[in-house]
């Protein structure tokens, strides 16, 4: 996943929580995103983040929401290696 998918998927994920006003897994996400640079830490945060949407909070996402977490986390996590 490249940077522009990522942030589009990332963006499709934060409006479609926010249409259903799930408001647990935004409150982890929405300090982590949009990153106010593409450091690192910032990709740590964010990747922190989504993990833990994924285990704390994945009864509170649809299935097609989750699979989404999922891919993100994984894809935040690569972009950590490539740092």
């Not at 996943?1 to 259903?20: G, K, P, T, W, Y």
């Not at 690192?40 to 989504?50: E, I, K």
């Not at 929401?65 to 935040?76: D, P």
Request: hydrophobic fraction near 40%; proline fraction near 5%; include cysteine.
């Amino acid at each position: 996943m490249n940077a522009l998918q990522f942030h589009e998927e990332m963006s499709e994920l934060i409006d479609v929580l926010c249409e259903r006003r799930a408001l647990k897994p935004l409150r982890v996400l929405l300090p982590h995103y949009p990153m106010p640079n593409g450091l690192t830490d910032a990709w740590a945060d964010l990747a922190g983040a989504l993990k833990t949407v994924r285990v704390q909070h994945s009864n509170d996402l649809s299935e097609r929401e989750l699979n989404s977490v999922i891919s993100l986390q994984h894809a935040a996590e690569n972009a950590l290696d490539r740092s």
